[in-house]
């Protein structure tokens, strides 16, 4: 360690797995997280083909959290079905007749395995020293001063110093309003026309409600506006429901509110026998929006300031991948790091993760928007087209070979670090697949948070 510094802010999934690589790797580096201990929102992760793969690339020891937390599907029938797909109405003489099959969607060799994040997170964060990690360090404002590095300030009133900042810090991130700008619209969360209703059960008591099928392993059942899916937890013995409504519009200030449970048991009141069943025994009534990210141009803008996961593609939970995706991004990011010997290139190895990154993670973006559609029936209503769109769209995240995108991402690198620097960087941050970083840009500050 030693060659240059790089501070992460964000204590979430990505900040800890970005830590992780780089720290394989042995490149210096602190992480500083808002609250006071490592914090991951949200319900469920969902581990893809794909995140199996890079967690294996970025520390073989991730693996470890893995089998610890992961669930799957409790039917040996099942163990390479991602999700099975079924018909969220039943015929209308016939509501309690079993749901309709559309579509499996098969993962061979992984299946459907998830794990509660919170879980999942406070086993991934044994393998980083405590040393390496400041908590209570919620990022105000941080200014790029080039050669003499990235100066940070934080709401406690200290001051630090990084060669390089990756900014982990979420979908309100503030270091994306500093790359991308204060007045562009992307620099700020859109509402993608969905928001959920979620509720963790005892598995004996989902089995009693719903059978033992539909609790202990992974369903979607999708239906006109809304959809319903159910999934294992912790070894199998909570099951996860998440129901999912289509809204024209959000106009609260907070993103996850109280609602009336009676509007969201009778939004479903119709549906097939085994969600009605379970219906009566939901008590929560908190309610989350679902937000996602404005595609942005760049992910780093020239300097020495990057965006990673959510803070730079958040993305709807529709296809299960935000949190691999996240992964992807750290072993990219970590390995162009530590193909760089002096901080001065340090803007370079940031340009060939953004060219290698930014096209794959914002399709994610895009096409989970998409499959939220798709599972409202507002794209196609027809069992055919659901059913080919089904078993066929997971595949191009499923499938993709990181050391394809760790060869590519090192070929541009190599090329820039063979470019003299020159007064030709372009401060547009579009920079295109076959454009290269000749100078870093002007230091550039971010205020606080709104």
């Given amino acids: 360690m030693g060659k240059f510094s790089v501070a992460v802010i964000g204590g979430g999934i990505g900040g800890v797995v970005t830590t992780i690589a780089l720290l394989k790797r042995n490149i210096d580096v602190r992480l500083y997280e808002a609250t006071e201990n490592y914090r991951e929102l949200g319900g469920g992760i969902i581990f893809g083909p794909n995140t199996l793969r890079i967690m294996e690339k970025i520390n073989p020891e991730m693996m470890d959290a893995y089998h610890v937390c992961a ?19 039943p015929p209308a003489d016939d509501p309690d007749a079993p749901p309709k099959f559309i579509a499996n969607a098969i993962a061979t060799g992984s299946g459907h395995a998830s794990a509660k994040r919170p879980q999942f997170l406070a086993e991934l964060v044994k393998l980083i020293p405590r040393e390496t990690a400041r908590f209570g360090k919620k990022l105000d404002w941080a200014k790029d001063h080039g050669a003499e590095g990235v100066e940070m300030h934080f709401e406690d009133g200290t001051t630090e110093r990084a060669d390089a900042v990756v900014g982990c810090d ?3 991130s503030c270091l994306r309003r500093m790359v991308l700008g204060e007045d562009n619209p992307a620099s700020y969360p859109s509402f993608t026309g969905k928001y959920a209703w979620r509720a963790l059960l005892p598995m004996d008591v989902a089995r009693k409600h719903m059978g033992d099928e539909y609790a202990q392993n992974a369903f979607m059942f999708l239906g006109p506006h809304a959809h319903v899916f159910t999934l294992p937890l912790e070894q199998g013995n909570v099951m996860q429901m998440v129901a999912t409504y289509s809204k024209d519009a959000w106009t609260k200030k907070e993103w996850m509110v109280e609602a009336d449970r009676e509007e969201m048991v009778g939004r479903l009141e119709n549906w097939v026998k085994p969600i009605r069943d379970i219906l009566p025994i939901i008590t929560t009534s908190k309610i989350w929006a679902l937000f996602d990210s404005i595609p942005a141009t760049t992910f780093t803008n020239g300097s020495r300031i990057c965006l990673l996961g959510d803070a730079a593609h958040a993305s709807t939970p529709h296809q299960g991948s935000g949190g691999g995706m996240a992964m992807e991004d750290a072993f990219i990011l970590a390995e162009t790091l530590a193909g760089i010997d002096e901080p001065r290139d340090i803007y370079k190895a940031f340009d060939a993760y953004d060219q290698i990154r930014r096209p794959r993670s914002q399709r994610l973006v895009k096409t989970s928007r998409e499959a939220g559609e798709l599972y409202h029936l507002e794209l ?17 995240i ?53």
């Fill in 398 to 450: 499923w499938d993709n070979n990181p050391q394809t995108e760790l060869d590519q991402a090192m070929t541009l690198l190599d090329e820039q670090l063979q470019k003299p620097a020159t007064n030709g960087f372009s401060m547009n941050g579009d920079h295109g697949m076959g454009s290269h970083v000749s100078m870093p840009p002007a230091p550039i500050t971010v205020g606080p948070v709104a």
């Fill in 170 to 172: 979420g979908i309100k």
């Fill in 380 to 396: 196609t209503d027809n069992d055919a087209d659901l059913a080919d769109n089904i078993e066929n769209r997971y595949r191009w």
């Fill in 71 to 89: 669930t799957k599907n409790a039917w040996e029938s099942k163990k390479d079905i991602w999700w099975e797909f079924r018909h969220g109405l």
